[in-house]
């Protein structure tokens, strides 16, 4: 195992940019190579050594044996764990836009909230997001009809808006509460929102499952209701008491699952 | 409004010049000229007319710098163009804003510039239509020239948008009111509808009005696409309309012969932004299955859509384009300019053509009056306040020929009617000579 | 400047060189008989030398190009890279920015590409692009089938109005040739609508695609312009449209061609797409046969292949009604764009899957047309970019051209679906392209095509636009090697454009400025200013633009090439 401890010692306003610094390309260096990298931030590069403190432990052999901490706040450090194939990130505060965007394997964990895009474009491995995540969580690129495909995505705290835009597989669990539109354009993949939920999930959404244990404030025109089920199975995954189940979204001809906990959502029937 | 007698003191009429004012890009106004001023504008409406006249007294004369006093004191063009480019040369995350109120020519070397020293090229887009575009990535884009709707439209629906205040030509001179070569009778062939929660001039104008409530626009749009699948609605009033008049509207919508929806910053603005451009464009794709419809936005100034396009054809992406890795990065909220600014990432500014101090939110404002900001513009502005270099442009459309895309994307070539006044350049000259400047300061600090 | 290519293979067909060991010299730009001793000598001995490439179809400059740009940040996304110290920065897959378009046709030895649409209305547009791409010489094709005056004028007979129409026109749009598109289908488009085959009329305008078709080549061939008409025919893409195809090109076999250079009177574009049997997609089958045969007993037709890539990509076309029915079948986001008293036009997404029966059938077709008809010089090699493919992918569409073994192999082991080989009579076709014909269709017939006497061949006085490719032709087989033959082919060892080397070892090394290509009648100023009088009073009711500021001014079309036409002749 190698294990990389980076502490942060100067804040930049100007972002970070951690897209190279992924156990990928980074289980070989040892701490000189770290201390030579120079970091993109804005249109230039400066030393990482500016802005952190380094420890490195340990050897690895392959990805999989690197485990990196940035044992601090990285509020201003985007694209950690983008790309990354294997291996452990873990961020010991905040951490900025596109945490773990287009991850592949491994895991990354945010022990504060992230911010937009965090999961954008996920394929695999896992991520978790102790505190809150901002806009477009797990969402796919602008454009592009194919979004987060695979992996996990397991958010402690709140979701902003737009969870999920064009999901096409994989899974993302909200414990907490959900804003609008969470699953628009989905057309695979399983979401699962344990808290309460503003509107309009599942908007245009053709296929996968959306499961809403907390309160529902308003519903699309384009859901039609299935049933009352008790303790339904969804995706293989079991839940206990009664949810209302919908379909849609029609206007684009959906077939996706929706299904609120009928307790808290009594007013929708 | 007053009767004003007619100008009949003037040298000469320069015809058929384009206002460089709205999105509507009207090319009919004809400039009256006497000594080198305008004297007079024919056809133009209220607002490009007072464009054109514009009052001297707001004119940026000279290229000002600000002093260790807080003041912008006179300057000669050297000495200000050299202050501008060593600011950008010393730049981290230099954003140059604007845009659309200048032409295509003066943008390409702007791109230039900014590839150069990889800073953020981004235009009004970003507090406008952004939303629009991104929705338009999301789902598609059925639009047509403004043409088309002239010689076919027999139905004109505006949501969002009051082209009456803020396009006041487009009815008349493209979408209700002209006769077409299938709509001979104009008006009279034609229905208007607005969507819009408030009673707006152009819905006084309209044949009908749907005051959805606000916010209401995604569930309204989601409920005619759930009755053209054939759906019966559950709820008896959504969004604020009664059910069965979202079906009757439903019916004529489908059976109208050329429908176009028009929609405005009013659509994007509201909770639920670009979802519900995404939904009104899927709207349309599904008319399409009944009969022809088409839509388009309602562009703002005069080449905000130019600028889109500009960067489009030149580097893939429309706005908010980022070149601080050597390649371009297109991506809302990173490399959009209010969350530059919002963020304090941005440490030197530039903007041309445009009025952020008229149109930023607070915490934006805030972080350009702490870093330095030069401006490119004819007008004293509140931007001029937060500026450290100013740079005085001329007038695109009546000083300076240049091209630009009207919101529908025709391209068309903007004529000068007068001569600039001697102190001021051409935002094509200033870019360029910015362009130089820089190049020489990076070369000598390779 | 003086040069000396030395000791290439060269391949030029205009000239009847094939595969000689010889030296290409070239002088200020254009190609000579001979050099001083100070000429530089660049050795590539035992390469393959070819007239640099010409591309008779595609888009790429442009309003549509634009709409797809826009509406496809994804499809940009792939294939950014960074500048370089000579090089701007580059996006973009299918549809990418204008440099990066530059460069890589620039990489793949071409020097003219034409674009092959573009609506008079917005012809500043395309010619702004042209000034954004750098590399390679464009003529623009500008759009006339669908044209309410064309409409008009060709239900009435009036063939000379239409030539005064088509020459000003070619003016004012700074355009090369005369394209048409789904002929009164984009028209019909305006209602939602389309026509099928070449006898069902215009909604209102009462006019057939026969008689529009008609009319316009022989205006076109009234003034003698340097291209044919230059067509998408009706019914693209629909299983059973073979019969269409046959019948467009055959109603202009008893029209005059008037053109010394080249020999047809039409240029069927994107062959592939029209070439279908069957009724629906469940029971398609080539239709390659009946259109091979009619163009190899007739000489009035070329035609260049549409060929399919299995790629995704973004299909754009002023075939209106088509894109909305393929968004119909993709469920892909559409784009659209009607142009007034012009044009429609569309745009969607598309992925091309070897796992897909269709797709694969569709690429068997293109490769059956270009081995069915018999004489190459009738044949070029297009992908109809990026409809089918986009041009990155000509080096592998050369590839397969050149190698039964490979199209074999890739029917054999699932590469495409077996469609391929049930439905098209591929598998059956062992014809190879040599490198003389690979120079056929991608050179020397397209140069004769369109008239360009200048280019596509390396005989003195033709402007020194040169490929040289990394192979040795005496020492490789290229029936063998398919991947070598597309890398070679992606990678020109050198590309030189007028005299320039643009392009050495696979990487761009100088950059300099597109030139427009276009065409300007003389002689026929009288007709045009007759018929600009009569129109202009229904111009400036229905268009939304003044005349004054429809035309495109000259500072749109630096630097320029103008092949003058004389009407008179
Ligand atoms: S409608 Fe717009 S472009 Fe036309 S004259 Fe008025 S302000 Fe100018
Ligand atoms: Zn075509
Ligand atoms: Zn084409």
């Keep these: ?269 | 409004m007053a009767y004003e007698p007619p100008v009949t003191d003037y040298d000469k009429i320069v015809e058929n010049c384009t206002c460089a004012f709205c999105g509507s890009n009207c090319d009919d106004v004809d400039i009256l000229v006497k000594d080198n001023h305008v004297v007079g504008v024919r056809h133009a409406c209220r607002l490009g007319a007072s464009k054109i006249m514009e009052d001297e007294d707001q004119r940026l004369t000279v290229p000002m710098i600000r002093d260790e006093n807080g003041e912008l004191v006179e300057v000669d063009w050297d000495t200000a163009l050299d202050k501008a480019a060593e600011l950008i040369a010393g730049a981290v995350r230099p954003v140059f804003y604007g845009w659309s109120e200048t032409s295509i020519e003066a943008m390409k070397p702007g791109l230039e510039l900014t590839e150069l020293v990889g800073a953020v090229i981004d235009n009004q887009a970003t507090i406008c239509h952004g939303p629009t575009v991104q929705a338009v990535q999301n789902v598609g884009y059925p639009l047509m020239t403004l043409g088309e709707v002239k010689n076919r439209a027999d139905m004109v629906v505006y949501t969002g948008s009051n082209p009456m205040n803020a396009h006041p030509r487009h009815l008349a001179r493209y979408t209700t009111f002209p006769k077409g070569f299938f709509r001979k009778r104009g008006r009279f062939d034609r229905t208007l509808v607005t969507w819009d929660p408030k009673y707006s001039d152009t819905a006084k104008l309209s044949d009908i009005w749907v005051p959805f409530e606000e916010n209401g626009d995604y569930a309204f749009c989601n409920a005619i696409r759930a009755v053209l699948k054939g759906k019966e609605l559950k709820q008896d009033v959504i969004s604020g309309i009664p059910k069965e008049d979202i079906v009757a509207l439903t019916e004529k919508m489908k059976n109208t012969q050329f429908g176009a929806l028009f929609f405005g910053l009013g659509l994007t603005h509201t909770l639920s932004k670009q979802r519900n451009i995404d939904i009104a464009i899927q709207l349309v794709q599904d008319l399409n299955k009944y009969t022809k419809w088409v839509l388009l936005p309602m562009r703002g100034h005069f080449n905000v859509n130019g600028f889109n396009i500009f960067m489009s054809y030149e580097m893939g992406f429309p706005y908010g384009v980022d070149f601080s890795r050597g390649y371009p990065r297109y991506m809302i909220g990173e490399t959009t300019t209010i969350d530059l600014l919002n963020r304090k990432e941005c440490d030197v500014f530039m903007v041309i053509a445009a009025d952020p101090g008229a149109h930023f939110p607070g915490g934006a404002l805030a972080h350009l009056a702490d870093i330095p900001v030069i401006q490119i513009d004819i007008h004293w502005g509140p931007s001029t306040e937060l500026a450290d270099v100013v740079l005085p442009g001329t007038f695109i459309g009546v000083e300076t020929a240049g091209t630009s895309y009207r919101m529908d994307s025709v391209p068309i070539f903007m004529k000068k009617a007068i001569d600039p006044p001697e102190t001021c350049r051409e935002d094509e000259w200033i870019v360029n000579e910015l362009l130089k400047r820089v190049t020489k300061l990076k070369e000598a600090s390779k | 400047m003086e040069y000396i290519l030395k000791n290439g293979i060269v391949y030029d067909p205009i000239n009847e060189i094939n595969g000689e060991k010889k030296d290409v010299m070239f002088k200020d730009g254009k190609i000579v008989n001979s050099v001083s001793d100070d000429a530089k000598v660049i050795d590539v001995t035992d390469k393959l030398v070819m007239p640099a490439g010409i591309d008779v179809h595609c888009h790429l400059a442009g309003p549509k190009l634009c709409v797809g740009r826009l509406y496809r940040p994804e499809d940009e996304r792939r294939g950014v890279k960074p500048k370089t110290d000579i090089t701007r920065p580059e996006t973009g897959f299918s549809i990418p920015n204008c440099p990066a378009t530059g460069y890589r046709f620039s990489k793949m030895g071409y020097g003219t590409v034409v674009e092959a649409a573009v609506p008079p209305l917005e012809a500043k547009h395309t010619h702004e692009e042209i000034i954004a791409i750098p590399n390679i010489d464009i003529p623009p094709l500008t759009l006339f089938g669908n044209n309410w005056f064309i409409l008009q004028f060709a239900k009435e007979g009036r063939i000379e109005d239409i030539a005064a129409f088509v020459s000003a026109w070619l003016k004012i749009t700074k355009g090369y040739g005369v394209k048409i598109v789904n002929p009164c289908g984009s028209e019909a488009w305006g209602w939602g609508m389309n026509v099928h085959g070449i006898d069902d009329p215009a909604p209102y305008w009462d006019v057939t695609a026969r008689e529009v078709i008609r009319a316009l080549a022989q205006a076109n061939e009234m003034l003698g312009l340097p291209h044919s008409i230059h067509i998408h025919p009706n019914d693209l893409g629909h299983p059973g449209n073979f019969p269409t195809t046959v019948n467009t090109i055959d109603c202009m076999k008893d029209i005059k061609k008037n053109s010394e250079y080249r020999n047809q009177t039409i240029h069927l574009t994107h062959a592939q797409f029209h070439c279908y049997d069957g009724t629906s997609w469940r029971d398609v089958t080539s239709g390659v046969e009946p259109v091979a045969d009619y163009i190899n007993k007739h000489d009035h037709v070329t035609m260049d292949m549409g060929q399919v890539t299995l790629d995704e990509t973004t299909t754009m076309t002023a075939d209106g009604p088509m894109e909305y029915d393929l968004y119909e079948l993709t469920g892909l986001k559409w784009a659209n764009k009607d142009i007034e008293l012009e044009t429609a036009s569309g745009l969607v997404p598309f992925i091309y899957s070897g796992r897909n029966p269709v797709h694969s059938l569709q690429w068997a077709i293109g490769l059956e047309l270009a081995l069915m008809i018999e004489d190459p010089w009738k044949v070029c090699l297009t992908t109809d970019s990026p409809n089918a493919g986009p041009f990155i992918r000509y080096p592998r569409v050369m590839s397969w051209l050149m190698s039964y073994q490979r199209r074999a192999e890739m029917m054999d082991n699932k590469e495409v679906h077996a469609w391929a080989g049930r439905k098209s009579a591929l598998g059956t076709l062992d014809r190879e392209y040599d490198f003389y014909d690979i120079a056929t269709i991608t050179r020397a017939g397209p140069s004769k095509i369109y008239g360009f006497e200048d280019r596509g061949h390396l005989g003195a006085g033709a402007i020194a636009d040169i490929a040289v490719y990394d192979l040795e032709p005496n020492n490789f087989d290229p029936t063998r090697n398919a991947a070598e033959v597309e890398k070679a082919f992606s990678n020109a060892l050198y590309t030189i454009k007028d005299g320039q080397i643009l392009v050495k070892d696979g990487e761009i090394v100088k950059v300099v400025s597109s030139k427009h290509v276009r065409t300007e009648v003389e002689g026929f100023e009288d007709e045009e200013k007759r018929i600009l009088e009569e129109i202009m009073p229904f111009f400036n009711r229905y268009y939304t633009v003044k005349f004054e500021n429809y035309v495109v001014h000259d500072h749109y079309a630096e630097p320029s090439s103008v092949y003058k036409v004389n009407a008179s002749k």
Aim: charged share 25%; proline share 3%.
């Design chain 1, 1 to 269: 195992m190698k294990q990389i401890t980076l502490t942060p010692i100067k804040f930049s306003s100007i972002a970070l940019e951690f897209d190279e610094l992924i156990p990928d390309e980074i289980y070989g260096w040892s701490k000189e190579d770290f201390e030579k990298y120079e970091v993109p931030v804005g249109n230039s590069r400066f030393p990482l050594t500016d802005y952190y403190d380094i420890e490195v432990e340990g050897e690895a052999q392959s990805p999989e044996e690197v485990k990196m901490i940035i044992d601090g706040d990285a509020g201003r450090v985007k694209y950690i764990g983008c790309k990354m194939d294997a291996g452990e990130i873990v961020v010991n505060g905040d951490a900025d836009l596109h945490a773990g965007a287009e991850m592949e394997g491994g895991s990354l964990t945010v022990n504060g909230n992230a911010e937009s895009y965090c999961g954008r474009e996920m394929k695999g491995g896992e991520i978790t997001i102790k505190g809150n995540v901002r806009e477009y969580a797990g969402t796919s690129y602008i454009g592009e009809w194919r979004g987060m495909s695979g992996g996990k995505l397991t958010i402690h705290g709140n979701a902003g808006k737009q969870l999920a835009d064009a999901m096409s597989g994989g899974e993302i669990h909200v414990m907490g509460n959900c804003d609008i539109l969470a699953g628009i354009h989905m057309t695979k993949g399983f979401i699962q929102i344990d808290g309460d939920v503003t509107r309009w999930p599942g908007g245009q959404m053709k296929n996968g499952a959306i499961v809403i244990n907390g309160r529902l404030e308003r519903l699309l025109e384009g859901f039609e209701l299935d049933a009352i089920v008790t303790d339904p199975e969804v995706e293989g995954r079991q839940f206990t008491g009664k949810y209302i189940k919908y379909t849609g979204d029609i206007g684009v001809n959906g077939k996706g699952t929706l299904l609120l906990n009928a307790e808290k959502n009594r007013h929708h029937l």
